[in-house]
């Protein structure tokens, strides 16, 4: 049985932020939950899948955000209640429906997680998603930790029950990634099965439907208002005339730091966990108690911003600082803080000093060993070296932008590569050679491609296909072919999608067979006479889901042998991090393979004379994995 069905109220788990919401979840009953995986939200969705496993409650990896936020929405508003999460730029993708949804209103309690990301630890932008609360007009809670997490979860399904509006709940890494003891309530029965009553001038979005619904949106935020102004969630204490306000994981500091700090008595703190609507009694209340106010929340001025007007309307001189002290980009740390308090109130303060030790290697991140993606992004170089303009995508291969790859020119969103593509096409003459991964296809590179064909661009589009959505982890997709019970066929065809949207040229690789993948490249993206879009599907496995799946013990690795010349070329084209390079200016130095990161691709035996395979742990043997020559 997963760890968190178990039924014992009142026991304590150290938990995982993102285990905490789905506990949280499942005592209020959840029975239907989506998601598009992604970092750091991508552990509730797997969370939910397990689960699923051992219970009714039904879950899916939906294709995208917007199509995972629709499916719940249905379920929401048949009654049952339901859990839609993501990572904050994906609710871009669902704003649409997002914002139309805070007007429809539910029938079950929903909430909309979405998971930010201050200092982009794995994320390309790190937006506020508090400004979709205000956007759409749904209610905001944020957690400061894992049994916070538990408990606004929980209680965030009766507030969207009670008000028929679904509930945002916003978290940051710092709480979705770090564990704390969570008390545990009692389960509550799930009801799978909903009713869905017919009221199309409630649940119809026309014009005139819409404006009436938005009127009864005001007045559920009216009453929603006087809510945060005395949820549990938002909590004062303290004494003195100074006052920071906070809310988050930035709480955690602020208390940290006024202890450390030795405030006692002289500092109240207004600590907010329902923060949309904004508590404006609550705030003006603290307001009048205090002669300066330092704001310490994380990115942008949402709560300081609405701390001034608060003053302004009720004419107090209260000093209110944040944003001049503490930054609007990255996360903020403890001694990061502990300074800006120190510094806002005149105390003495002295940083504690921190020996120095040596300084960490770099490590920035890489594909890994044996990944497809280097043996694709190596044959096309070698095709058609850099002359060709190169949009990517997000996912793993993405990473091709570092050295000794550079194989990326342009990125911004989940798909953009397809779309971009298109535009790079039209306005200049060098080739264009576009990458994506098969889910991020999926996802939303269909539209463009759709759009591509329609309108004529002149591009090859690389799809690159190991079978998983790995960058968030090997969760699946419509097209994964390798499942726990063997291969099978997909339940929809890449293949069948590309040439559906109108691809005529459509070519599929094995990339791991360079020489021939080298060829076809090269055939495809120089032919002058196949103008159009022209589609490479690039198919081999994630070789760490496929070991994971298959449970396959891996017999040949491969090591360089005594007649290496030292040219260099598996360093400086392919980058493989299992090669390791000693520098001796002595004897010139030596290339070695690391066995224990080798995978057994065989990609660096077909570049290099001097590569041989070994058995693991054994000989030199000219057995190699099976279809790579």
Wanted: glycine share 8%.
């Amino acid at each position: 049985m997963h760890e968190l069905l178990t039924d014992e109220a009142g026991s304590k788990r150290l938990l995982l932020g993102n285990e905490a919401i789905v506990r949280g979840a499942l005592e209020a009953g959840v029975a239907f939950a989506t998601t598009y995986p992604g970092t750091p939200s991508s552990e509730i969705g797997d969370t939910f899948y397990r689960i699923s496993q051992e219970t009714d409650l039904y879950f899916e990896y939906s294709v995208n955000e917007k199509v995972a936020l629709e499916t719940a929405a249905a379920a929401a508003v048949s009654g049952v209640r339901t859990m839609c999460s993501m990572k904050h730029v994906g609710l871009n993708v669902a704003a649409d429906a997002l914002v139309s949804l805070a007007y429809v209103g539910v029938k079950g309690g929903m909430v909309v997680v979405s998971a930010d990301d201050p200092s982009l630890h794995s994320s390309q932008n790190e937006q506020d998603n508090r400004y979709y609360a205000r956007l759409s007009g749904m209610p905001l809670l944020e957690p400061a930790d894992a049994q916070e997490a538990y408990a606004m979860t929980r209680f965030a399904f009766e507030l969207s029950e009670a008000y028929r509006i679904p509930v945002l709940l916003r978290t940051t890494t710092r709480v979705n990634h770090s564990r704390g003891a969570v008390e545990l309530g009692a389960l509550q029965a799930r009801i799978p099965r909903g009713v869905f009553e017919k009221d199309p001038f409630n649940l119809v979005l026309v014009p005139m439907v819409g404006r009436k619904l938005h009127l009864e949106l005001l007045k559920k935020m009216e009453k929603l208002q006087g809510e945060a102004n005395i949820s549990p969630f938002n909590k004062r204490s303290g004494a003195g005339t100074w006052g920071v306000m906070t809310s988050g994981v930035s709480a955690n500091y602020v208390l940290d730091a006024a202890q450390e700090l030795g405030l006692g008595d002289q500092i109240q703190i207004l600590k907010l966990g329902m923060t949309y609507p904004f508590p404006d009694a609550l705030m003006g209340d603290f307001l009048e108690g205090v002669d300066r106010v330092l704001v310490v929340e994380e990115l942008e001025p949402f709560l300081e911003e609405r701390l001034k007007v608060v003053a302004q309307e009720r004419r107090l001189g209260v000093e209110i600082a944040g944003k001049g002290l503490l930054p609007r980009a990255f996360e903020f740390d403890p001694a990061q803080v502990r300074a800006a308090m120190a510094r806002f109130f005149h105390l003495e303060y002295q940083p504690p000093r921190v020996e120095g030790g040596p300084e960490l290697p770099p490590r920035p991140p890489n594909l890994c060993a044996g990944c497809p993606h280097r043996a694709t992004y190596y044959a096309v170089k070698q095709a058609i070296g850099d002359q060709a303009l190169f949009p990517t995508d997000i996912g793993c291969y993405t990473l091709g932008l570092l050295p000794p790859l550079q194989i990326a020119d342009f990125v911004i969103c989940m798909g953009s590569s397809v779309s971009s593509a298109g535009g790079f096409s039209k306005v200049q003459d060098r080739p264009v050679v576009a990458f994506i991964g098969d889910s991020t296809f999926f996802h939303s590179g269909i539209t463009g491609l759709i759009n591509a064909v329609q309108n004529r661009h002149n591009f090859t589009l690389v799809i690159l296909d190991n079978g998983t959505t790995a960058m968030t982890g090997h969760q699946p997709h419509p097209g994964v072919e390798l499942t726990s019970k063997g291969w099978q066929a997909p339940r929809v065809s890449l293949e069948a999608v590309v040439r559906g949207c109108g691809v005529e040229r459509v070519v599929t690789v094995q990339p791991l067979q360079v020489k021939k993948t080298i060829e076809r490249v090269k055939e495809v993206v120089t032919d002058d006479r196949d103008r159009g879009v022209k589609v490479i599907i690039s198919k081999a496995p994630c070789p760490l889901f496929e070991r994971r799946l298959t449970g396959k013990e891996q017999k040949v690795v491969f090591q360089v042998c005594e007649d290496c010349d030292m040219c260099r070329r598996c360093l400086n084209e392919l980058g493989c991090p299992a090669f390791r390079y000693w520098e001796d200016t002595a004897s010139g130095g030596s290339i070695t393979i690391d066995e224990m990161l080798c995978s057994g691709c065989a990609v660096c035996s077909q570049i290099c004379h001097a590569v041989k395979a070994k058995k693991k742990g054994g000989v030199l043997t000219t057995d190699v994995p099976r279809g790579v020559t």
